[in-house]
């Protein structure tokens, strides 16, 4: 089967999602359809979405459809003769009041209809479903083009429905689909009439669309386009610089890829090269080239949809259209380093930041008292000064020219005019990092005023929102606190600062009350919002994704966390030495004795007593206790060293101990004071093992 949607140009944003969805979709519509098939693809272009079916059913699967309805009792009467009810439901469900079954339920005897539906020929479901299916396609912005009322991204100009060779007669967006399609906006035209080209099969139709300039395959366009910005960046000596993310734009920006190379002079290298990278990037698309060491070329690459007799046309018009744009940027860069970012601070008092958290300034201060604070924990005098400094001009570039073009250079650009204006190389380092990392698994901050600058901004973002009733809820975040907060945990773990995270966000919380920003009124249930426990989320995120961790050793160290004091490097070390140890034979064993005594200790809610040796009737208590006083210096050593897995090996050397005592003990003993001192002795194996971690948590078979 094959299903083709021409629509006018659709932003380049738009198609990969929709193609996921198309194809989603589509094997959805075919599994609920009972058809059978062998493959589901989706290609696109600009101009058209692509459904492929390949090895497709000539025929639905047959199904036997079952229904309940009313219990006997009600459906017949005394003399065993149908009522209304059992009437209505047959008719109800198309069958015959005899046809209907009595069957026995958990419920009791009730009645159902019992249907077979044969299936249909695979023309008749696909031209049923295949308009629904399109209607389901959703965008970020959608638009009304005719009296249908239909809403799409793009207007819908043809459609292209074959089933085994023949048109499927399906209608949307008042367009009928035929076997015509359309090729190359300009480049088609040469080859076909204004109406297009007839397509017999799929074969046919990627023969007939490449004949007419147009490559739907996007993974063929990728490839073609890598290719080509290869051979043209090697013929001008340099190195793509490599931007996934305008590949993509790349791929699905044209139909016909052909890349040319252009030049633009050479005196706008003395620019930031991030200006020049990102006016190219940002405004026209284009790829730059750089040398072996990085430096910047004077030449650009740029994918184009058109192929002429001279593309020497294109390429100059790309280069004139690109010297205006750069002309601007360094216009920008020239009056903003008229102005320092220290005199740039007091306007931020008219910038708002967000109409519940204040203006900008407010927040800068924030960020500076929190800056102050973290370097505190962290470092020496010199790193406060510097941090508070950098902290002061972190939101100064907010207000220059070139931020206002192109805010995907904010902080970068605060870093090269702090430069400019003398500040030390700390602190211009640590503004040009401040907004590190980026994405989700973007690089980190070099320095270690980078990183506090950093941590200290998405801390008061994180407590500021949370405060004002702003928290992420399923899958709305418009303020990316969860990717604030995965920054924040990274930062700290991967750079192994130690820091007492706890006293970090009640700093940042005392910043806000300093400043009077109103709290939300507080839920009915649950009470505030737990920024701790958000923070947690995104370790087991990280966690769970970067390393694998498991679920329930996760959980183990986290609850056993003290929120007072939270060092988020010092629980990540215990819950990689804790999965570590999880892989050992003995452990799950060891478990199962740990979990009855922390059962029967949580069962009484006991507290812990001194346990009398001269209370013990078994030698498995006197050896249990001995092995609890011998082993608990080893591990206090351990745990002082930060040693965990010379820890939790003193705790795995228990298992033989423990094992005896639950073989050899019973600990409901008669005498109440028996009862109590084995009660007491448990008491301590499981403080022991809480000190570590909740092993309660930990699953495994027999708990």
Known sequence: MLLELGTEELPYQFVAPALRALQHGAETLLKDSRLTYGSVRTMGTPRRLVLLVEGLAAQQASAVKEAMGPSKAVAFDQSGQPTRAAVGFAAGQGVPVEALEVRQTP?????FAVKQEKGQAVAVVLTQALPQLLAKLSFPKAMHWNQTGVRFARPVRWLVALCGGKVLPIQFATIKAGSFSQGHRVLGAKVSSP???AVKSIAHYFKETERHSV????????????????????????????????????????????????????HYLALPKEILMTSMKEHQGYFSLVDAKGALLPNF???????????????????????????????????DRK??????????LAVTFHQKLGSLHQKTQRVVTMAAHLAGQLGDDQLVHDCRRAAELS????????????????????????KHDGESASVSAAIREQYLPRAMEGELPESLAGKVLSLADRLDSIAGFFLVGLVPSGSEDPFALRRHATAIVRILIESRLRLNLAQAVRAAQEGLAQQSV????????????????????????????????????MEAVLKSADRQSIDLTDLFDKMQSLQQITSRAEFDPLI?????????????????????????????????????????????????????????????RMKGPIDDFFNAVMVNADDPAVRGNRLSLLKEVDDLFMSFADFSQIMVQGT
């Open 592 to 652: 199962v004795g740990f979990k009855r005594a922390h059962r029967l200790t949580e069962k009484e809610q006991w507290d812990r007593k001194p346990v009398e040796s001269g209370l013990f009737r078994e030698p498995a208590e006197s050896a249990l206790h001995g092995t609890v006083h011998t082993s608990h210096a080893a591990y206090a050593a351990a745990m002082r060293s930060g040693e965990y897995g010379q820890a939790l090996d003193v705790l795995v």
């Open 395 to 418: 939101k100064a570039d907010l207000l220059t020219g070139i931020v206002g073009e192109f805010p995907t250079l904010q902080g970068m650009m605060g870093g090269e005019y702090a």
């Open 195 to 197: 109406k297009g080209f």
């Open 518 to 553: 109103p709290a939300a009124p507080q839920p009915a249930k649950g009470g505030a919002p737990d920024v701790i426990g958000f923070v947690f989320e995104r370790v087991r995120f990280y966690g769970k994704s970067a390393y694998q961790l498991r679920d329930d050793v």
């Open 339 to 348: 102005t320092s970012l220290a005199d740039r601070v007091a306007k931020q």
């Open 215 to 266: 490559i739907v395959d996007q993974e063929r366009r990728r490839a073609l386009i890598l290719e080509q910005l290869a051979a043209l960046a090697k013929s001008a000596r340099g190195h793509l610089h490599q931007d996934d993310e305008l590949l993509e734009q790349a791929v699905y920006m044209v139909e016909c890829p052909l890349t040319i190379l252009g030049s633009f002079k050479p």
């Open 301 to 335: 690459l740029a994918v184009t949809n058109m192929k002429l007799a001279n593309m020497q046309l294109i390429r100059e018009g790309n280069e004139r259209v690109l010297a205006a744009r750069l002309a601007d940027a360094k216009f920008f860069f020239d009056e």
């Open 107 to 111: 419920k009791g005897e009730y009645l």
